[in-house]
């Protein structure tokens, strides 16, 4: 399958980090090793983010749990799909024309063009490398 969508005009990445499985383990080497400033989003959150690293607008280490629960409702995977090893986001100028050019490129959706609770569009679904990847209408990363 080639990932060309003519119609989709990206912006910007939006973000990017690694599906954590081992949260002891990332943040040792994230934190630790390579002093990325991460902090909890929010006061008892498992969700680290380093909004002002150069390069991305936002890095951030999301687990799996979550990862899985903004995609399929539930803390845990479902068997039948590829456990994503990172997330890539990319910002998009119109989110239902990026979203039908995904479909028509033939990828399953995890999450079709939904408004999630902390206010950013997406649609998600898997890359051929097992990325969960977004598309993304996120208004604070536009100054909205």
Known sequence: MTFSLPDVDVLFIA???????????????YLDTLHLPLKPLGESSDYLVADTLDGVKHFALWPLAQASQSCFGTDRW????????SWLEFEVADMAAATAAVKRAGYTLLVDNRLEPWGQWVTRFLSPEAILVGVTHTPWLRGE
């Open 15 to 29: 973000g990017f980090g690694p599906i954590v499985a081992d949260a002891v383990a990332s943040r040792s080497l």
């Open 78 to 85: 479902p068997d039948d799909v590829t456990v994503p090893q």
